[in-house]
């Protein structure tokens, strides 16, 4: 089955203590579209201005990424800038220019419709609202948000997470939103929520899930260089939809499996800049490092 | 094989957001101790002073614990006074008193002298070394030690690592000791100090080894109510050197199990205040954790 992601595409300008690299190919949808393309079929929704470079165009297409949704519109394209910190785990943003992404409405084509598997990458809760109310039935719906959200758009979310299956946000996110500093004690007070399914993203700590089958303890792949981690968190939840939506059996069967996939994509996304590593990595070297982790957390 | 543990014998007064609780039984020998003893024969040295409650003496033989090594001089027993954030993740020192522990030597009976398995609990640098220099030929000595020491007693800290096969410390001191933020080129660096074996303590986010046979990633046990974290540290690296010493094998075979064993323990300890809830459970309780464990990781 195929993966409808939505979400920003954008063109981002990070800067490091050790390099500069300007108008990468960036974005929620981007980064989660990449990921998923190893594992299945995937429709990106989202919105280009007319500088978007062609070289990034052929990029999506080379992963086989259906650009149907894609609306490229008169305009430039949506822009970040930000500077990581030494120890990269602070970030700043140094601009954002919103371009052709301010007025964005995303359009479902026909087929996009009937999809089964909707991730909902990080943009606007409207957005996302709007997206699902164009969808026929689908089988699976995950959220991933961002602090931003979490402070302008409070109800829209709240609104939100009852109408999905999934939502997937960080400890800091998890923590402004329920009060509480314990994940557990956090994801117990998000369940109350809406969502079956709450994924807690901890970094290079690895990431929590909640579900109807209990909890899973789920391991970061060991990086000893991060280059830039722009972009883990949405090839995490990008990964592990692509996964979900092409393997046999239930959700339950699948999801732990799902959010190894998520962490080894997140990884290879760490190790370069923008997309750099993620689009050059194939299907085999990512089953390299899921079987890694399976050693590196036997007992 | 019996464990041998050195560190300090104390009296913790803890005031939490919830509760405040006077002179409990505390010291990294104390937590270790207990912890190291529901898997065998555990010798522990240290000092307590003529104040010492015969309630914990009556505690630590419960547990069946080896006290020819434990010295009762005239004075007072070190106590530690300190209170913790409502996040419980901060916590500052309000008063401590040294009492006898100041100039405490440690000083080993003579069957001591023969143990194979040593575990240097958190305690000056120099007195760890004290003990090493009256062994025989252990097998298997692990250290573990805290920020003062790195920041007062760095030289003999150093001189210690080498005489040492497993070192364990926590993420913010394996920061400060390599100024390497990231934990595996941290591991990395502190193989170059001298232990082969090297284990970073990350709080509720777990522990993870660099060893011969690579990388092992510990979850840690997962609470949602924190009641005490104090002792937790030295309850992990008990429980681990506890199975350690009574698995069959060689130390590669069992270290992972051991680590796994050292999470539980500290879980445990983090249920009460002081020793509270460790010395209130069962052996048969500490595996049921280990089996919870091994599902909540597994995919």
Chains 1, 2 share one sequence.
Not at 4 to 22: F, Q, R
Not at 31 to 53: N, T
Request: hydrophobic content about 40%; aromatic content about 8%.
């Amino acid at each position: 089955m195929s993966v409808l992601i939505v979400g920003s595409t954008a063109l981002d300008s990070i800067k490091t203590p050790h390099a500069e690299n300007p108008r990468l190919l960036g974005g929620s949808a981007s980064h989660a579209a990449v990921a998923a393309s190893f594992f299945g079929p995937v429709k990106m929704i989202g919105v280009v201005g007319d500088d978007f470079p062609k070289k990034y165009v052929a990029l999506y297409k080379k992963h086989r990424i259906d650009l149907t949704g894609l609306q490229i519109q008169d305009g430039k394209t949506f822009h970040w800038a930000g500077e990581y910190e030494v120890n990269m785990n602070n970030r700043r943003t140094l601009l954002t220019e919103l371009g052709v992404f301010e007025k964005f409405t995303p359009h479902l084509p026909d087929p996009h419709k009937q999809s089964a598997f909707v991730l909902l990458a990080n943009i606007a809760p409207s957005l996302q609202h709007h997206v699902l109310d164009q969808m026929a039935r689908p089988r699976f719906v995950v959220a991933d948000t961002m602090d931003l959200w979490l402070n302008i758009a409070l109800e829209d979310l709240l609104r939100l997470l009852k109408r999905l299956d999934g939502f997937v946000l960080n400890d800091s996110e998890a923590h402004q939103l329920t009060q509480e500093d314990n994940v557990f004690a956090a994801m117990k007070k998000l369940h109350r929520l809406g969502p079956k399914y709450i994924i807690i993203k901890k970094g290079s700590h690895g990431s929590i899930l909640s579900g109807p089958k209990g909890h899973f303890i789920c391991p970061a792949y060991p990086l000893p260089n991060v280059v830039d981690p722009t972009g883990a968190g949405d090839s995490f939840v990008g990964g592990l939809m692509g996964y979900l939506s092409t393997a046999r059996g239930g959700i339950d069967t699948n999801i732990r499996r799902a959010m190894i996939y998520g962490s080894v994509l997140a990884s290879f996304c760490c190790e370069g800049f923008g997309l750099n590593r993620t689009t050059r990595i194939k299907r085999a070297d990512i089953d390299k490092r899921v079987a890694e982790l399976e050693r590196l957390t036997r007992f």
